[in-house]
């Protein structure tokens, strides 16, 4: 099965570091991306290849993937980091979100 | 820089025929593939399917019967038509680029803005 899934939501205060999950069947054997989208924008690439950041991404950001289990980081998170969050992978020749999680910086 | 723009009808009525165009510009077709993503209000991202620029294309199984993506290279674009349209396939669309391949990142890095789709009578 290629089902992703995630958490609705997460919540972290200021400055401390928010963990989002992304579990599916033997995830450590594809590569992950992350997508972060904020309100009324098209979602970005945050992490690609499981742990790769894109240019102009932030160091906060980093991710790992492991077993049945990917996780993004997001170390000192800031109130801009407020957004959606979406897992990602290509298996068998189709493509699969998860459900998204909603980052809450309070 | 690359850059994708969708356009088409913002209104489709029930039964009818979907259909989107993603204009790319500062890069070719003629390489990776082009996609088509979708977002209902208030939910999450449904991938549609992606073609490559040999022609070659992957659909969502759950959309498949529904669908044709194809390319225009002459005009360095590629399209959506998604047929027998009901209420549920209201939605933002989104064409993006997926960059696959050996020297790739297997993700979505270019995105358009969304064209929203409405389905009503």
Same mark, same amino acid.
């Given at each position: ?106 | ?41 208030? &939910? ?19 959309? &498949? ?57």
């Amino acid at each position: 099965s290629n089902e992703l899934t995630q958490p609705p939501s997460v919540s972290v205060s200021p400055g401390q570091t928010a963990s989002i999950s992304c579990s599916g069947d033997q995830l450590g054997d594809k590569y992950i991306s992350w997508y972060q989208q904020k309100p009324g924008q098209s979602p970005v690439v945050v992490i690609y290849q499981d742990k790769k950041r894109p240019s102009g991404i932030p160091e906060r950001f980093s991710g790992s993937n492991s077993g049945n289990t990917a996780t993004l980081t997001i170390s000192g998170t800031q109130t801009m980091d407020e957004a959606d969050y979406y897992c990602q992978l290509w298996g068998s020749s189709t493509v699969v979100f998860g459900g998204g999680t909603k980052l809450t910086v309070l | 820089q690359v850059q994708l723009q969708e356009s088409g009808p913002g209104l489709v009525k029930p039964s009818e025929t979907l259909s989107l165009t993603c204009t790319v510009s500062g890069a070719s077709i003629n390489f990776y593939y082009w996609s088509w993503i979708r977002q209902p209000p208030g &939910k999450g991202l449904e991938w549609i399917g992606s073609i490559y620029y040999s022609g070659s294309t992957n659909y969502n199984p759950s959309l &498949k019967s529904r669908l044709t993506i194809s390319l225009d290279t002459a005009n360095n674009r590629f399209s959506l038509r998604q047929s027998s349209v009901t209420a549920a396939d209201t939605a933002v669309y989104y064409c993006a680029r997926l960059n696959r391949g050996v020297a790739g990142t297997d993700a979505f890095d270019v995105w358009g803005l969304g064209t929203m789709v409405t389905v009503s009578s």
